[in-house]
């Protein structure tokens, strides 16, 4: 009985790693993105019905594709071990939901939206990225930080010393932040500098040293994270996928070690034979 079992499920892995299977889900879950989009405009209710059978059935093959993978699994829990095999589980189950004129239509809608992230768990390089944003965004918090420090003292200064000026962008802290983030973002800012210019000729250092400190500085910093984490992820990816140099070296040192054992094991018989002798 064990082994007709094992002959199936190898048939479920074969087919989970097969890249026309991936191909076509992808493209059943772009297929999918744009009937989101579909329903939004103002169709006819023949194509509304035609929309609504086609959710049918990419429901069912979703509901296909997710029970490949968990067969295709040795125990049906090391499917769950993984993070975005439970959200596409929890996607799939939630598409489950009848869209109809009950209070839940709008809810359901919602969450077929959330096929789209999909893709991120089946194309691995989205994953990657993913991954470093999730990992990125604690160490940009320090960044972050620094940052609205930076913006707190500018929009104090700046609030004092413009708000005669223009009441209207530099009336309080927080208005100052906002005028400042406008700067930051380059939207106009040479016309909010030379406001302050026609009283404060000077005035020009304040705007360039801000500009300095966060478009360039700030901004790199945290180009520099993200890179950072991107490259640790890579190298995540190819240790567990053995692809690249990282993947070769996981290879040997894994394989050094059960050399090690082996050697070991091989040390303390050739002892325990001189031993005898």
């Known amino acids: 009985m064990g082994q007709p079992a094992f002959h199936w499920r190898d048939r479920f892995v074969a087919i989970r790693g097969n890249k026309m299977f991936e191909m076509v889900v992808i493209s059943i879950i772009i297929l999918s993105a744009m009937m989101i989009g579909v329903t939004t405009y103002d169709v006819g209710p023949t194509w509304m019905t035609v929309l ?3 959710d049918i059935a990419v429901t069912v093959f979703f509901l296909v594709e997710i029970s490949v993978r968990m067969v295709a699994e040795e125990k049906v ?17 939630a598409s489950l939901i009848p869209v109809d004129e009950s209070e839940m239509v709008l809810l359901a809608r919602l969450l077929r939206i959330f096929r789209v992230l999909r893709l991120i768990s089946i194309i691995p390089e989205l994953r990657i990225l993913m991954n470093a944003l999730v990992t990125a965004i604690p160490r940009m ?31 309080d802290i927080s208005i100052a932040m906002l005028t400042l983030f406008r700067v930051a973002t380059f939207e106009d800012w040479t016309d909010v500098m030379y406001e ?23 901004l790199n910093m945290m180009i ?7 490259q640790t992820e890579h190298e995540k990816f190819n240790q567990e996928s053995g692809e690249g140099t990282a993947g070769e070296v996981h290879w040997l040192k894994e ?23």
């Open 196 to 218: 302050t210019m026609a009283v404060y000729p000077f005035s020009w250092v304040y705007y360039l040293s801000f500009i300095f400190l966060t478009a360039f500085v700030f």
């Open 224 to 230: 520099g994270i993200v890179l950072d984490v991107m």
């Open 52 to 54: 609504h059978f086609l």
């Open 141 to 171: 918090g320090y960044v972050v930080l620094l940052m609205f420090i930076i913006f707190y003292i500018y929009a104090a200064v700046g609030s004092l010393m413009f708000e005669k000026i223009n009441s209207v962008l530099w009336g």
């Open 77 to 93: 829990r090391n499917f769950f071990r993984s993070g975005w095999n439970i959200f596409d589980f929890l996607v799939v189950t």
């Open 255 to 277: 394989h050094s070690e059960e050399v090690d054992q082996r050697l070991q094991r091989m040390e303390g018989m050739l002892k325990q034979l001189t031993e005898k002798k």
